[in-house]
């Protein structure tokens, strides 16, 4: 057993608007208690030293919060190198950057240099878990385990189902988006920390012979993930509606296909109206909020108010390349600003939820991550006050916890990640 000593916060249910201090905890000198990858307690130092064996090691970390590790619930890794890519919505932005880009990783060396190096990202901005695009190309799926494997990280990938509506080159078929999704999840999903997720790009690049064939893999391996956009782009919207006129809306397509159900992991979801988000709830289904990239490509302005009084579960993601940036602090902030847009609140311990309980939850995580209870998994980050000196001197201003960590929230970068723990160790 090993300990931590340094603020610890984390949050045990959704802290809502208010910011419900009955859903989180926090402990000024705290005490963070790990065991073989796993936490045994985390609470107030003084009373927990009192109780521990004198010869457990002790890391001191005074001054600094600990909180769990954040979780990104939707990203591209083979976007690393288009991230901040000028001027185009959804459709032309594909075309223009995304595409190309992910024609490179034919070479299977390409792929596993990108994945590296996206893995020691995610890692430097605090990120231990995350839910991943790959490219169409199979080994693309295993470039990133492999990545990810190397560090112990829980992380769940997919290869892309892709075979209409976009380059000859990135495309497969039904038959083979099929054959090799099977492949990769008996090679994957569940090895050690591992998940697969069935990766149809969104219904646009998909036929319905293909939407047909993931369902049936869906329906096949229950316990796999569902990785998917939904209703991201106004065009996109009216395409979708142009092509599948016997669907309802957009997410009824996915549901006729059988990719609506707990695991599936929709990211966007701007323009829902709803009955889409009551059927979402029901069917268990999850939203991935990605501000930075609706922001930036001028999507929308994802609803979460609606989203959460209606049941659904909610993280954030990052969509790199779509998305600005890889850190979840970051993308935390813009999410403020676009709640702010539609005159909600989004107070700092509900985005630390959405970043780490809730997105757990959408992630059907919560009984391995998103806290410190016993027995949870010891994914958790170090945040640095003085990583800069303006968050120095800002968060020294600061009155009470809350103002605080909204204040690192809203200008943290990696530079506020003094460590980044997977399974209990520093791998960063
Ligand atoms: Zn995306």
Same mark, same amino acid.
């Given at each position: 057993?090993?300990?931590?000593?340094?603020?610890?916060?984390?949050?045990?249910?959704?802290?809502?608007?208010?910011?419900?201090? /009955?859903?989180?905890?926090?402990?000024?000198?705290?005490? %963070?208690?790990?065991?073989?990858?796993?936490?045994?307690?985390?609470?107030?130092?003084?009373?927990?030293?009192?109780?521990?064996?004198?010869?457990?090691?002790?890391?001191?970390?005074?001054?600094?919060?600990?909180?769990?590790?954040?979780?990104?619930?939707?990203?591209?890794?083979?976007?690393?190198?288009?991230?901040?890519? @000028?001027? /185009?919505?959804?459709?032309?932005?594909?075309?223009?950057?995304?595409?190309?880009?992910?024609?490179?990783?034919?070479?299977?060396?390409?792929?596993?240099?990108?994945?590296?190096?996206?893995?020691?990202?995610?890692?430097?901005?605090?990120?231990?878990?995350? %839910?991943?695009?790959?490219?169409?190309?199979?080994?693309?799926?295993?470039?990133?385990?492999?990545?990810?494997?190397?560090?112990?990280?829980?992380?769940?990938?997919?290869?892309?189902?892709?075979?209409?509506?976009?380059?000859?080159?990135?495309?497969?078929?039904?038959?083979?988006?099929?054959?090799?999704?099977?492949?990769?999840?008996?090679?994957?999903?569940?090895?050690?920390?591992?998940? @697969? =997720?069935?990766?149809?790009?969104?219904?646009?690049?998909?036929?319905?012979?293909?939407?047909?064939?993931?369902?049936?893999?869906?329906?096949? @391996?229950?316990?796999?993930?569902?990785?998917?956009? $939904?209703?991201?782009?106004?065009?996109?919207?009216?395409?979708?509606?142009?092509?599948?006129?016997?669907?309802?809306?957009?997410?009824?397509? @996915?549901?006729? +296909?059988?990719?609506? &159900?707990?695991?599936?992991?929709? /990211?966007?979801?701007?323009?829902?109206?709803?009955?889409?988000?009551?059927?979402?709830?029901?069917?268990?289904?999850?939203?991935?909020?990605?501000?930075?990239?609706?922001?930036?490509?001028?999507?929308?302005?994802?609803?979460?108010?609606?989203?959460?009084?209606?049941?659904?579960?909610?993280?954030?993601?990052?969509?790199?390349?779509?998305?600005?940036?890889?850190?979840?602090?970051?993308?935390?902030?813009?999410?403020?600003?676009?709640?702010?847009?539609?005159?909600?609140?989004?107070?700092?311990? &509900? /985005?630390?939820? $959405?970043?780490?309980?809730?997105?757990?939850? =959408?992630?059907?995580?919560?009984?391995?991550?998103?806290?410190?209870?016993?027995?949870?998994?010891?994914? +958790?980050?170090?945040?640095?006050?003085?990583?800069?000196?303006?968050? &120095?001197?800002?968060?020294?201003?600061?009155?009470?916890?809350?103002?605080?960590?909204?204040?690192?929230?809203?200008?943290?970068?990696?530079?506020?990640?003094?460590?980044?723990?997977?399974?209990?160790?520093?791998?960063?």
């Amino acid at each position: 057993m090993h300990a931590l000593r340094a603020s610890i916060m984390h949050c045990l249910a959704d802290p809502g608007e208010g910011s419900d201090p /009955a859903t989180w905890e926090y402990f000024d000198d705290g005490l %963070l208690l790990v065991d073989g990858g796993h936490i045994v307690n985390a609470g107030d130092a003084t009373t927990l030293m009192r109780d521990l064996p004198a010869d457990t090691p002790v890391r001191d970390f005074t001054g600094k919060l600990i909180v769990p590790g954040f979780i990104d619930c939707h990203v591209h890794f083979p976007q690393l190198d288009i991230i901040g890519s @000028y001027g /185009a919505q959804l459709l032309d932005w594909l075309n223009q950057y995304a595409f190309p880009e992910e024609a490179k990783f034919a070479d299977a060396a390409h792929a596993r240099e990108v994945a590296q190096a996206f893995v020691d990202e995610l890692l430097a901005n605090g990120t231990t878990t995350a %839910l991943v695009f790959g490219t169409v190309h199979a080994h693309s799926a295993d470039a990133i385990f492999e990545a990810a494997e190397q560090k112990g990280m829980r992380l769940i990938a997919g290869k892309v189902l892709m075979d209409t509506n976009c380059p000859k080159d990135l495309r497969d078929d039904p038959e083979s988006a099929y054959a090799e999704s099977k492949a990769l999840i008996e090679r994957w999903h569940g090895k050690g920390r591992l998940g @697969y =997720a069935i990766t149809p790009r969104f219904a646009l690049t998909s036929s319905p012979e293909q939407l047909g064939a993931a369902g049936r893999l869906a329906a096949e @391996y229950p316990d796999v993930w569902v990785h998917t956009h $939904l209703a991201e782009n106004m065009d996109e919207v009216e395409e979708i509606a142009r092509l599948f006129p016997d669907s309802r809306s957009y997410l009824d397509v @996915y549901e006729q +296909f059988g990719l609506l &159900r707990e695991r599936a992991v929709f /990211a966007h979801c701007l323009h829902m109206d709803d009955a889409d988000r009551a059927s979402m709830a029901s069917h268990g289904g999850a939203a991935a909020f990605c501000p930075t990239s609706n922001l930036f490509l001028g999507s929308g302005l994802f609803d979460l108010a609606s989203m959460r009084a209606a049941g659904v579960r909610c993280g954030l993601g990052t969509d790199v390349g779509g998305g600005t940036s890889l850190s979840i602090p970051r993308t935390a902030s813009e999410a403020y600003k676009v709640l702010h847009l539609q005159e909600h609140a989004l107070p700092a311990t &509900r /985005a630390l939820y $959405l970043a780490t309980l809730g997105a757990a939850e =959408a992630l059907y995580l919560d009984d391995k991550l998103g806290n410190f209870a016993p027995g949870k998994e010891a994914d +958790f980050v170090v945040l640095d006050y003085a990583g800069s000196n303006l968050t &120095r001197r800002r968060t020294a201003a600061a009155r009470t916890i809350e103002e605080k960590l909204f204040a690192l929230i809203t200008l943290a970068d990696d530079r506020n990640i003094a460590a980044t723990y997977v399974n209990g160790e520093a791998v960063r």
